[in-house]
């Protein structure tokens, strides 16, 4: 996928991870997100963050989710978009 992206041709490249409110998952996000963004902005796009919804049943970390994603994006001056 990284070599597709380096090819260019794309000004936006979207990142979707499921729900973010485990530990283990916000410290993924970080991780690829860092990863896939330096291949989308030296190929001159720009990354956006999709920002799941968690389960029904999990609303509860609603705002965690929401904080991870916003955490991400501020540090690498991303754009987010929810759903």
Request: net charge positive; proline share 2%; aromatic share 8%.
């Amino acid at each position: 996928m990284r070599r597709r992206i380096a090819e260019g041709g794309w000004s936006i490249v979207v990142l979707q991870q499921r729900s973010s409110s485990l530990p283990d998952s916000q410290t993924a996000l970080r991780e690829w997100t860092a990863r896939f963004d330096s291949v989308i902005r030296a190929s001159a796009g720009r990354t956006a963050l999709y920002m799941v919804w968690p389960e029904s049943n999990r609303l509860d970390v609603f705002d965690a989710v929401r904080s991870t994603l916003t955490v991400v994006q501020a540090r690498r001056e991303l754009r987010l978009a929810a759903r």
